[in-house]
């Protein structure tokens, strides 16, 4: 992984090679955001990969899958709306 400071950003743009690593943005050394390649990625599965409620209901499926080797459907509330 390699970091940058946020005020470094602008030429290194330029330079990007969307096939390099994560870049991770940094501001005084504290990391402010990442910058990967979603070339190949649908933005909806870009969207879910990073919602915190989505995040959650996959937890606990794995956590359930681990301890009792099933996942029941009732034991998965989804958010309203959704």
Partial sequence: MKTVEI???AS???KYDKNEQPLILTR????IAALFSVEDIDL??????MNPKFIS???KSRKSQKQE????LEDIHLPSGA
């Fill in 7 to 9: 005020s470094d950003i």
């Fill in 12 to 14: 290194l743009l330029e």
């Fill in 28 to 31: 005084n050394g504290q990391p």
């Fill in 44 to 49: 909806e599965t870009l969207s879910l990969s």
């Fill in 57 to 59: 209901i996959i937890e």
């Fill in 69 to 72: 080797g099933r996942i029941f």
